[in-house]
């Protein structure tokens, strides 16, 4: 049980500070008095993978001009198909490409949208 102490003499103050001196209580003055109680539950966090580069004159037309439709946030399938003016067919394979390379990827209820915790694009 933690405890957080009080003024001496104010009655608010005189359960906390009588937990405190009977050592039913640890004083709390600070957050880390609290986790440093709970530091055998810390699990250690995994190594981020290394963020993949692609360079944006690599991709198709297609692509990039999904990419640059991407940048301004996420977009859905009928979005990019209506704006692209691409075949259902082409837009179809070229999301995929792109889901492949880690560069964007598909969100409930066909939206899309970049993946930048995976891969940058590059103008190299």
Known sequence: MF????????????GPNAMIAHGEAKPVFSAEDILGEFACLHVAAEPRP?????????????QQAICRLLEQGE??????CETLGLPIGTLNSCLTELQFLGIMKQLPGRWYVLDTCQTVLSTE
């Open 75 to 80: 977009m859905s399938f009928d979005e990019l």
């Open 3 to 14: 405890a957080i102490p009080g003024r001496i003499g104010d009655v608010m103050s005189v």
């Open 50 to 62: 290394e963020v993949k580069r692609v360079a944006f004159s690599s991709l198709s037309q297609p």
